[in-house]
């Protein structure tokens, strides 16, 4: 494969730069989508100059079939590519020849006659209540300086009692906490309200309390032990060592106290709609997984239950 950086000629690269603002400027992508759909893209041009024999150029587009799409895609797949990273691969290409279109430079129908890989169907893996009540009070147990036992129980509360991504829990800051409600900057830079239950507001309080960092409402709520921004890895290996401790399977994540808040909550009856508003889902087909999760989760009990098996 040709080195990226120079399997196209400057009016393609300038292209690219122009579609990759676009995508960071308009749609508002989140930085890892946007780093990943340029790789992809700079993968497919770097194939392409490589299938060529040359730099790729406007005419080399101009004249791209199919068939160079499925050669490319069939080399990814041999890379290991899971149906996911292929489909996401597509979703770029597609992405950026439909930018190429609406500026006039070219349009190709080459995208048009291959298909998006089969996803296989995956449902979340919920903790059970009492599974993420003893993941959160564990981490009290676990460490001994009491600060850190504060914060990481205020990280893990976020996740489970308010839905929170890690990433969206580590990314705030004193001012986005209000009396009972937190302002959360989500995927592509949306921003949602979310209610905190008391015990959440109870795990926030006693954190700030204990912190020795002073929190500005600018800053990072959630520091590192040198007074940084406190690093996703560290909450993470906090799991690996309380997977350990309670015997929890390795699907038992921050990511896992997420799924169980959507989980419980629909269990209990709660609103699709509300439920998809406070995870921050652009879609209500993305929150809808949970309502099979539920579904199993009541078939496996009545098998369970029922004196027939």
Known sequence: MVDSAFASDEFIRAQLADWQRELGSVRRLAANTLDAYARDVGQFLSFLAGHTGGPVTLATLRELRGADIRAFMAQRRDDSLGS??????????????RFLEREGVVATEALNVIRTP????????????????????????MEERPWVAARDMAVLSLCYGAGLRISEALALTAGD????????SGKGGKVRLVPLIEAVRKAIDLYLELCPFKSWPEEPLFRGVRGGVLSPRLIQQRMVHLRSALGLPPSATPHALRHSFATHLLGRGGDLRAIQELLGHASLSTTQIYTAVDTDHLLESYRKAHPRG
Do not use: G
């Open 177 to 184: 906490l209000e009396s009972q409600v937190l302002r959360v």
């Open 84 to 97: 996911r990273s292929l489909a996401r691969v597509l979703s770029a290409l597609r992405s950026f020849f």
């Open 118 to 141: 089969k996803l296989p169907r995956s449902l979340p893996k919920a903790l059970t209540v009492i599974e993420a009540r003893e993941t959160i009070a564990e981490t009290e147990r």
